[in-house]
Structure formats: structure tokens, C-alpha cells
């Protein structure tokens, strides 16, 4: 079965300073894997996606991850913080292959970003 | 573009009433999804329709909780009795068909059971 760990349950991190989010999935097929942001009162938003394609992929808002096969992971960066980044986000995995568009989601981390 | 439309956005009801959520996906997007978001936890399916039929309500608690898309379009998610642990943000969300479809989210319905 397809799955998703965060790490880290909430970031604190200081305006202007990178970001790190931890991911690690398990997955028994190639995996398609999301992140989203969730802005409070605001809809979750697709941050980008990876499906098998470039290992480093480019986001909205500066954002990026890179797919590690050999570590089970795709964490997702940002060169400088902002204060607007202060967020949950959500580290997503696609159910099985073909089939319909499930997506599974990780616990959420919460970012924090001090001026 | 219109995102996706949800209301009420809050909800308080007592444990054993009833409730409903509406949904109304962006247009032409014929895949909708319930999601149900309890806080500290990530969004979890409840149930996935295509234009009108259902394609995955594998995690729906389907003694209480009923869904329909009306006409392919709008959709209504009940809960009949609520209890406690059904308090959650609930999320409606809807894509293109296919795989890898970007779905796209509401602002969701903030559920308090008491």
C-alpha cells in the first residue's frame, strides 16, 4: 500500500533563511507524489508534482523537491523563507497506478516563518 | 475561473442530529471528491464520483454517511447520526477525468459535533 511520512510535525524557521520539509513514502509501484499547501481558511493548493520524470522538480513560489529513490524520499525546499510561506503543507502520494486519481496524505507539517 | 464552491463553511450541531454539506465542483470538471480533514491529520477520502456513479467509497462510513452528485454536477455529502468523532473540516474538491489530474480544493466546512 502506498504511504507517506512527515518527518517533522512543525518547522520554525526565520524570514529570509532556507526551508526544509521531510518526506520519506513507501510505496510498492513507481510513485506520483504531490505537495500541497494549506493557507488557514484557504483551500489546500498544489505546490508541484513529481511523476517519474526530471528527480528535481520546480514549484510555485520558489519551491522545490527532489525525488531520492535510493532514500525513499522527496523533501521539499525554498532557498529563502517568506513570510506569506507560513503554512501547513502536506507531502501526497497517488494510490496505485492507472486506476483512479486517490491521493493519500501525510500528517502535515506546519511551517512557521519569524520575522 | 470559479474554484470550488462549498457551504455552509461552519457547522455546530449535537451529537445524533443530522447534516449536510454542498458541494459545487469548477465547471466541466466531471471527477469530485469528499474529503474529511481531523485536525492535526491530513485530508482522507471519503468517497470519489465520476460524472454521476462512484468509483472508490472504500473509506466512507456508509452506516451514517450517504453522498450523491446530482446530474454530474453538484454534490451533497450527509451525515446521519453525527457523533463526536465526525467533528472535521470537511473537503470538497474536483479534477478533469483521468490520472494525475490536478484536483482542486474548496475552502472546506468546519464541522463541530457537541
Known amino acids: 500500500a502506498q504511504s507517506v511520512t512527515q518527518l517533522d510535525s512543525h518547522v520554525s524557521v526565520s524570514e529570509g533563511t532556507p526551508v526544509l520539509l521531510r518526506c520519506n513514502y513507501s510505496s510498492s509501484y513507481s510513485p506520483s507524489l504531490f505537495w500541497y499547501v494549506q493557507h488557514p481558511n484557504k483551500g489546500l493548493q498544489l505546490l508541484l508534482k513529481y511523476t517519474s520524470a526530471a528527480t528535481l522538480v520546480k514549484g510555485i513560489n520558489g519551491f522545490e523537491a527532489e525525488f531520492k529513490k535510493s532514500e525513499t524520499s522527496f523533501h521539499l525546499t525554498k532557498p529563502s523563507a517568506h513570510m506569506s510561506d507560513a503554512a501547513e503543507y502536506f507531502c501526497v502520494v497517488k494510490g496505485e497506478p492507472g486506476g483512479y486519481n486517490k491521493l493519500i496524505f501525510g500528517a502535515g507539517t506546519r511551517l512557521a516563518v519569524h520575522p | 475561473e470559479a474554484g470550488v464552491a462549498q457551504s455552509p463553511r461552519y457547522k455546530i450541531i449535537e451529537k445524533r442530529q443530522s447534516v449536510a454539506f454542498w458541494c459545487n465542483p469548477i465547471?466541466?470538471?466531471?471527477?469530485l471528491y469528499w474529503y474529511q480533514q481531523i485536525l492535526g491529520q491530513g485530508p482522507k477520502l471519503l468517497i470519489q464520483f465520476q460524472n454521476n456513479g462512484v468509483v472508490d467509497d472504500s473509506q466512507l462510513p456508509k452506516d451514517r454517511f450517504s453522498a450523491e452528485r446530482l446530474k454530474g454536477v453538484d454534490s451533497t455529502l450527509k451525515i446521519q447520526p453525527a457523533k463526536l468523532e465526525d467533528s472535521a473540516v470537511y473537503l470538497c474538491a474536483s479534477s478533469s477525468m483521468g490520472t494525475l489530474q490536478e484536483q482542486y480544493f474548496g475552502p472546506g466546512t468546519r464541522l463541530t459535533v457537541t
Open positions: 465547471s466541466g470538471h466531471a471527477t
